[in-house]
Nanobody
């Protein structure tokens, strides 16, 4: 089985920065696309950033220019750094990843349990 475990959330003042991490553990042959989503109270889950296996990235307009998604393939980990945090960045942040467990196996998408980010003074 594959598990994704996020960390790095917490309480941050407006204008601050933080880096979220998401580590995939378990029996893993290869990881393809990795993504960060967020969900604020009463709102739909929003795609924040993506990174493919070649390192190509995309960002939501809401974080573009102040956010960086990256990955360490040796550690099966994806990161999300957000700078100039705003109260509207407050949400539970989730990662997901497309994982193949064996060379001939099926690629499945797994989700982490989420980490709370609160931006407040």
């Amino acid at each position: 089985q594959v598990q994704l475990v996020e960390s790095g959330g917490g309480l941050v003042q407006p204008g601050g920065s933080l880096t979220l991490s998401c580590a995939a553990t378990g029996s893993i042959y290869s990881i393809y696309g990795m993504r960060w989503y967020r969900q604020a109270p009463g709102k739909q889950r929003e795609l924040v950033a993506t990174i493919n296996s070649e390192g190509t990235t995309t960002y939501a307009d809401s974080v573009k220019g102040r956010s960086t998604i990256s990955r360490d393939n040796a550690k099966n980990t994806v990161y999300l750094q957000i700078n100039s945090l705003k109260p509207e960045d407050t949400a539970v942040y989730y990662c997901n990843a497309d994982v193949r467990q064996t060379r001939l196996g099926t690629t499945l998408t797994y989700w982490g349990q989420g980490t709370q980010v609160t931006v407040s003074s």
